[in-house]
């Protein structure tokens, strides 16, 4: 009988002991989260989210950055650049020959429209009695001069829209041959640079 009783207090002892442990060791755990929060571990909706660009978006509304300045007309003078071309780059007048500094634009010697190729703000309006009246607007780091004009409107400090007119292609003295064109120079950082490169014609 003694054996017996002996027997079973160690069976209580063991059960309340394991019953113990249980319980430290589950208060551990969770003393242990508390003292080191698991900061590291990314949570799902804690993942910044890319919005996609609209396809439902009309193309019409993104503006090329700089356009045709006319709707009518080809290249008829190019830049010269030292390379031989199909297309004249050296201009006569009076006897002497001189390299183009831009390009002429002609719709076979007929008026026709000029547009502003990109927004921009004009910067200077004048009427020089060789190349006629011209135009110069500038667009960021870029000015475009328009010469050989009509009489011009707009005025320095005007506002200026892409595809605004700005002018009807007209004559002057310094290419009288060509009759009714347009002059374009374009300066890019205040240097000269050669209008194909910003601009794709035709």
């Known amino acids: 009988m003694i054996a017996y009783e002996k027997k079973n207090k160690k069976a209580k002892r063991r059960f309340v002991l394991s019953v113990l442990m249980l319980f430290l ?4 755990a969770v003393i242990y989260q508390q003292l080191n929060p698991q900061e590291d571990i990314p949570v799902f909706n804690e993942f910044p ?10 193309k019409e509304d993104i503006k090329p950055k700089v356009i045709l300045p006319y ?4 290249k008829v003078v190019d830049y010269f650049d030292g390379e031989t071309s199909e297309i004249p780059s050296i201009i006569e007048f009076e006897g002497v020959f001189r390299p183009s500094q ?4 002609s719709n076979n010697g007929e008026p026709f429209d000029v547009l502003s ?5 004009v910067v200077d309006v004048s009427a ?5 009246n011209s135009i110069r607007i500038k667009s960021e780091n870029s000015i475009i001069t328009y010469q050989s004009l009509d009489k011009i409107t707009l005025k320095k400090d005007d506002a200026v829209k892409q595809g605004d007119k700005i002018g009807t292609a007209s004559t002057n003295i310094y290419q009288a041959s060509l009759k009714n064109h347009l002059h374009l ?9 050669d209008p194909n490169t910003i601009f794709k014609f035709e």
């Open 117 to 121: 190729a990109m927004d921009g703000v």
């Open 71 to 74: 709707n009518q007309g080809k």
């Open 49 to 58: 989210t890319v919005k996609l660009p609209d396809k439902e978006k009309p």
């Open 185 to 193: 120079v374009v300066e890019v950082d205040n240097v000269r640079v």
């Open 25 to 28: 060791v589950a208060g551990g």
């Open 102 to 105: 831009g390009v002429d634009i």
């Open 128 to 132: 020089d009695p060789l190349l006629g």
